[in-house]
């Protein structure tokens, strides 16, 4: 230990409690950490010895290290470059930066290497970020540097975690923590299609029986791996990382690598605190405005059409009542499929020989505003960008390239690279008129290297300084993140963007689970939540054009088809639910989402509660049930003594129907005949708080 140190600090933000001490035997730990009204000042128990094991135990902390016994992962793999001496930390102690904020510091003098994590209470949430900084003459090579290492409570014995594929996302397994150890990890270059970056350890290997939970959120858009371990002795612990390919990261003198921040959220209500915890924190940290419903043309006409057909798409969105017009992939020179053009980003002159103006000009006139779909960091073989620099791609030199859709990715960590990708946007955001663009990013990261060295994570850092770049040059202008959908929907992004596209799966029933398993992340209006065409391009299923309005009302609302090819009857259901979108979109973007409860898989019932008290309750029947009879669905999450005025609301027009007034107890108690009863149908109710 170094003096000048504490040797315990405590801090209080957002309703929680942080209490660290740090000792010679088992450095910095976590006495307590939870709601300030559990908080208790006793001290926190040394391990105890174990059979077979060390003299003295060195337990788990925040700042473990290797070489004292300790069988975790550890906070630094790292060795002198020169020696292949390896690293070690010392945890030194606590800084105190406020009532809300504490430095946890452990370091090499020898070496001159420091380690500072930097713990907030912040939005009902704990934020860590750390760093490590290098002022010695010796270059150290780091194998992996940890962004959290997490003690678990206790408690913890059921870890969730995501997975899904290409337009298949949304899926979740609750695992037993036993010994051994839970990961998910992904290596190619983005988080990839099992959801955000995060674990979530419960205190039941049920879910329905959850009541205490964490989840630990990894802010990084590349490579990461989270791991849950129940140790040998016992204890267990969360390691939160990004990944670093073999010789990517070497620290010389005056180096400092700033480490991907993480997100630690707490429940004493099960999975329903948790996704409220997620929702505040996002909340508190990202205003956000009015969600416009969008109109997007990929599904439309994908990469054909002209300047008259753009025009038309964008009188027909504007009849049903869209309010932004996004043109989406295959306006610029040459791109009339996915093998050629990325990266020369003009408008196509025999698509639109004059230019993006027209469009504009029309899509104003008609009252709604322009988006533009643009992937910045990818570039196609065939393009004048490559022709000119084809020494900007990750891969590079080499015979071979392994290209996905017919792409390289630009590597972004080169500097220049990175100006003549900022330039091409100033000039289309320049003028003002393009208020939104959708970045997409249809691939992952192979061969991470450059000049055959390592360089994913630096390409990582570089599309976030881009972004970053970007919102600062052009504040009015939001930004959508989509990877082939939701391949990169992370917290990292979350300082960036304005909307995550979840998947490019448009099936309302597959919909319907992404957005419910999205929703335990990100509150509605952060999610674009798109109306598609039956039947459905990928699946080939065929759906009711209620049931998908419905699907697509708790969210950022778009569509995601051709008008023309609509019935009269499914423009007026369309137009009727975009009418109902826009009249409780501030109810939907700032209520608090509740999941009522059913004991049938094939019953999706989910109440927004606004701060004033009326709600808003969907009902969505993905598939038959196994009973004939239909049960009343228990409506919970309302002021029990006070009474709702409940209408049904109709997508057709003037067919609401009045069910009447009832007490929030009876709602919960008795509940409501809601379940619509036939597969793939649903039902929206009004719950006025009179």
């Known amino acids: 230990m170094q003096s000048g140190y504490l040797q315990e600090a405590k801090i209080w933000g957002g309703s929680l409690c942080l209490h660290l001490v740090n000792s010679q035997q088992c450095g910095a730990r976590i006495a307590f950490f939870g709601a300030d009204d559990a908080y208790e000042t006793s001290s926190l128990e040394p391990p105890a010895v174990v059979p077979a094991g060390p003299d003295v135990p060195p337990g788990t902390s925040l700042l473990a290290m290797g070489g004292a016994g300790y069988s975790g992962t550890g906070?630094?793999?790292?060795?002198?470059?020169?020696?292949?001496?390896?690293?070690?930390?010392?945890?030194?102690?606590?800084?105190?930066?406020?009532?809300?904020?504490?430095?946890?510091?452990?370091?090499?003098?020898?070496?001159?290497?420091?380690?500072?994590?930097?713990?907030?209470?912040?939005?009902?949430?704990?934020?860590?970020?750390?760093?490590?900084?290098?002022?010695?003459?010796?270059?150290?090579?780091?194998?992996?540097?940890?962004?959290?290492?997490?003690?678990?409570?206790?408690?913890?014995?059921?870890?969730?975690?995501?997975?899904?594929?290409?337009?298949?996302?949304?899926?979740?397994?609750?695992?037993?923590?036993?010994?051994?150890a839970v990961e998910r990890s992904q290596r190619l270059g983005r988080p990839g299609f099992f959801g955000p970056p995060c674990l979530s350890v419960f205190d039941s290997p049920k879910a329905d029986e959850v009541q205490r939970a964490i989840r630990v959120h990894l802010a990084w858009s590349g490579s990461c791996r989270l791991r849950a371990e129940r140790l040998a002795d016992g204890l267990s612990e969360l390691v939160a990382e990004a990944v670093f390919d073999p010789g990517e990261i070497l620290l010389r003198r005056g180096d400092r690598l700033e480490l991907p921040g993480v997100v630690v959220l707490i429940s004493h209500s099960g999975v329903e605190g948790l996704a409220l915890a997620s929702h505040n924190y996002v909340r508190h940290i990202r205003s956000t405005s009015v969600r416009p419903v969008h109109f997007n043309t990929w599904e439309a006409c994908y990469f054909n059409f002209d300047e008259q057909r753009l025009k038309t798409l964008a009188a027909e969105a504007a009849a049903l009542g869209a309010e932004r017009f996004v043109l989406d992939d295959g306006w610029f020179v040459g791109r009339n499929d996915d093998t050629t053009s990325l990266g020369d980003w003009t408008p196509d002159p025999v698509k639109l020989p004059g230019g993006l103006e027209p469009v504009i000009d029309e899509v104003e006139r008609l009252g709604m505003s322009f988006g533009l779909w643009v992937e910045p960091e990818m570039v196609s073989q065939n393009s004048q960008l490559f022709r000119d620099h084809p020494e900007w791609v990750l891969g590079y030199p080499g015979d071979f390239l392994p290209t996905g859709r017919h792409q390289l990715v630009l590597n972004l960590g080169i500097e220049a690279a990175r100006e003549h990708v900022f330039t091409m946007l100033s000039k289309l955001l320049s003028g003002g008129r393009?208020?939104?663009?959708?970045?997409?990013?249809?691939?992952?990261?192979?061969?991470?290297?450059?000049?055959?060295?390592?360089?994913?994570?630096?390409h990582i850092e570089g599309v976030h300084k881009l972004l970053a770049r970007v919102r600062g040059t052009f504040?009015?202008?939001?930004?959508?993140?989509?990877?082939?959908?939701?391949?990169?929907?992370?917290?990292?992004?979350?300082?960036?963007?304005?909307?995550?596209?979840?998947?490019?799966?448009?099936?309302p029933v597959d919909r319907a689970r992404v957005q419910s398993s999205v929703l335990q992340h990100f509150p509605p209006e952060l999610i674009g939540t798109h109306v598609g065409a039956?039947?459905?391009?990928?699946?080939?299923?065929?759906?009711?054009?209620?049931?998908?309005?419905?699907?697509?009302?708790?969210?950022?609302?778009?569509?995601?088809?051709?008008?023309?090819?609509?019935?009269?009857?499914?423009?007026?259901?369309?137009?009727?639910?975009?009418?109902?979108?826009?009249?409780?979109?501030?109810?939907?973007?700032?209520?608090?989402?509740i999941v009522q409860k059913t004991h049938d898989p094939n019953l999706n019932?989910?109440?927004?509660?606004?701060?004033?008290?009326?709600?808003?309750?969907?009902?969505?029947?993905?598939?038959?049930?196994?009973?004939?009879?239909?049960?009343?669905?228990?409506?919970?999450?309302?002021?029990?003594?006070?009474?709702?005025?409940?209408?049904?609301?109709?997508?057709?027009?003037?067919?609401?129907?009045?069910?009447?007034?009832?007490?929030?107890?009876?709602?919960?108690?008795?509940?409501?005949?809601?379940?619509?009863?036939?597969?793939?149908?649903?039902?929206?109710?009004?719950?006025?708080?009179?």
Request: with cysteine.
């Open 75 to 180: 906070i630094l793999d790292a060795f002198v470059q020169a020696s292949g001496q390896i690293v070690t930390l010392q945890s030194w102690g606590f800084v105190l930066e406020g009532s809300d904020e504490v430095v946890a510091v452990a370091g090499n003098r020898d070496l001159g290497l420091v380690y500072r994590l930097r713990l907030l209470l912040k939005g009902g949430a704990l934020e860590i970020d750390a760093e490590l900084s290098h002022s010695g003459e010796q270059a150290i090579a780091v194998e992996r540097c940890a962004s959290a290492l997490l003690p678990l409570p206790d408690w913890g014995c059921g870890v969730e975690a995501g997975y899904g594929s290409w337009s298949r996302e949304g899926y979740s397994a609750l695992l037993p923590l036993q010994p051994g």
């Open 434 to 458: 393009i208020e939104y663009i959708k970045w997409d990013s249809n691939r992952e990261l192979y061969p991470a290297t450059y000049d055959g060295r390592a360089a994913g994570y630096r």
């Open 475 to 507: 504040p009015g202008v939001e930004i959508e993140s989509c990877a082939s959908g939701g391949g990169r929907m992370d917290f990292g992004m979350l300082r960036y963007v304005h909307r995550y596209w979840p998947s490019d799966a448009t099936d």
């Open 534 to 593: 039956s039947p459905n391009g990928l699946t080939g299923r065929q759906t009711s054009m209620s049931f998908r309005v419905l699907v697509a009302l708790f969210g950022h609302m778009g569509l995601e088809l051709d008008p023309g090819r609509l019935s009269d009857k499914e423009r007026e259901t369309l137009a009727s639910g975009i009418s109902i979108y826009r009249r409780f979109r501030g109810l939907l973007h700032s209520g608090r989402l």
């Open 605 to 690: 019932c989910d109440l927004i509660v606004s701060s004033g008290g009326d709600g808003l309750l969907r009902v969505l029947r993905t598939g038959m049930n196994a009973w004939p009879r239909h049960p009343r669905v228990a409506v919970r999450g309302l002021d029990s003594a006070a009474k709702y005025f409940v209408t049904r609301l109709s997508l057709s027009r003037g067919d609401d129907r009045i069910l009447g007034t009832f007490t929030g107890a009876s709602l919960a108690w008795t509940g409501l005949a809601a379940d619509p009863g036939r597969p793939q149908s649903g039902s929206l109710f009004h719950l006025k708080k009179c």
